[in-house]
């Protein structure tokens, strides 16, 4: 445990840091799941989940929550997994 004034700020900010955090990847993990349920549905909306995805996974990125790369292959992989169904 944190001894130093300094520290127990820096614990308390790494906690409140780790809260908005998860705030936004619980978000990006829900619109993942609801495309993969839209596909798995084929209801027709998945293009339409999917843009609601991206924006979610881009604004997670921005913000520092995942890395851009991992953004980008999480919207690639999607991408790829709606445009097959559209096609088939």
């Known amino acids: 445990m944190a001894n130093v004034p300094s520290a127990e700020k820096r614990n308390r900010q790494r906690i409140k840091r780790r809260q908005r955090n998860l705030t936004h990847?619980?978000?990006?993990?829900?619109?993942?799941?609801r495309v993969r349920a839209s596909l798995a549905a084929k209801d027709g909306k998945a293009g339409e989940v999917l843009r609601e995805a991206i924006k979610v996974i881009d604004?997670?990125?921005?913000?520092?929550?995942?890395?851009?790369?991992t953004a980008s292959r999480k919207i690639s992989?999607?991408?790829?997994?709606?445009q097959a169904t559209v096609r088939a």
């Open 77 to 82: 992989r999607l991408t790829k997994q709606v």
């Open 59 to 69: 604004s997670a990125a921005q913000k520092g929550v995942i890395k851009r790369q």
């Open 25 to 33: 990847l619980t978000k990006v993990r829900t619109y993942i799941k």
